[in-house]
């Protein structure tokens, strides 16, 4: 965090540990808070501008970010693939630093190395926010959290379902689960295409604080039930491929299906979107009763509103302060 000469707080998320576990907590609250439409009239980002800056597709967080802004207030810039200089050479720092002198917060995807937005976030003008990178999808998880706040009223204590890939959604939703007591995060993640180690060590290490438990295997068996939420996202993770030719077969196990409620008739579906029906989920589950992966995505909204709000916001410190 650093204070501009306006007064305000410049914060970067760039990844969910860039949140201590209060800052966490508030901003998923405060995503429930939009989401129930008790969040108030105020426009904190009024008179400020911000960037958003897409190197990869994106229908939900370039949509989300891009209307909350707006909604609270702000003017905004947008950029495409092939519009910064960027594609000529310039350093991401030197980027940074140039952008900082114009914008007040920079929300980027890049689907590439997360050091790509530490350097942009190596000045302290200009927050900058992770819309997606290749190890992680914090603004996913939060939206995530949102969601089940205001479905089920709280996040302590929930069993969540994780099966699929272990790609930068399920890291996210890992490292942030993990922060919450008595959550417990079980993922069914296919042979060789498990969570990072480093991120399931960063996870386990939160719940170990706080009380919460993160699992993992590589197989379908012996699913104990009882779950609150089971959760996948798509085979494909955006701007990635597999290398290996027949990895089809390897996820054909791991495909969301009714069977799956036989042991928790009452959990809900989550979906990050997009889907593709027949192959990660049927169907069935996607557009059946027990999927509120819709009012997910509309919750991206709600949660990016909060996470604009966190990182500029007034500062509650004298403007001495650098």
Not at 39 to 51: E, F, I, K, S
Not at 128 to 137: D, G, I, K, Y
Request: zero cysteines; charged letters at 20%; glycine letters at 8%.
């Amino acid at each position: 965090m650093d204070v501009r000469t306006d007064g305000r707080r410049v914060r970067h998320l760039v990844s969910i540990d860039d949140l201590t576990d209060p800052e966490l907590h508030d901003v998923v609250r405060r995503g429930a808070e939009f989401s129930a439409g008790i969040a108030g009239p105020a426009r904190p980002l009024d008179g400020l501008v911000a960037g958003v800056y897409f190197a990869k597709t994106s229908t939900r967080t370039r949509t989300a970010f891009s209307s909350g802004a707006l909604r609270l207030g702000a003017s905004l810039i947008a950029y495409g693939p092939g519009d910064l200089q960027l594609n000529t050479g310039e350093t991401t720092e030197d980027t940074g630093r140039v952008l900082s002198g114009m914008l007040d917060v920079l929300v980027a995807r890049t689907a590439g190395p997360e050091a790509e937005l530490r350097g942009w976030a190596s000045q302290h003008r200009m927050a900058v926010v992770n819309a997606m990178s290749a190890q992680e999808h914090p603004t996913q998880a939060l939206t995530d959290l949102t969601t089940l706040l205001r479905h089920f009223g709280r996040i302590e204590g929930l069993r969540v379902l994780y099966v699929g890939e272990g790609n930068n959604t399920a890291a996210a939703l890992a490292l942030a689960l993990a922060r919450y007591p008595a959550a417990d995060l079980e993922l069914r993640t296919p042979p060789g295409y498990g969570l990072d180690p480093g991120v399931l060590e960063r996870a386990r290490a939160h719940a170990a604080r706080t009380g919460a438990r993160i699992t993992e295997r590589h197989d379908m068996a012996a699913l104990d039930g009882s779950y609150d939420v089971v959760y996948t996202t798509r085979w494909q993770t955006t701007g990635t491929s597999k290398p290996d030719p027949d990895w089809r077969e390897i996820f054909a196990p791991f495909q969301v299906t009714r069977d799956l409620w036989r042991t928790s008739p009452r959990a809900v579906f989550m979906h990050d979107l997009p889907a593709h029906r027949g192959e990660e989920v049927t169907a069935e589950i996607l557009d059946g009763p027990m999927s509120i992966a819709f009012a997910q995505a509309t919750n991206k909204m709600h949660s990016a509103m909060a996470v604009l709000e966190h990182v500029h916001t007034p500062a509650l410190v004298p403007l001495a302060v650098r």
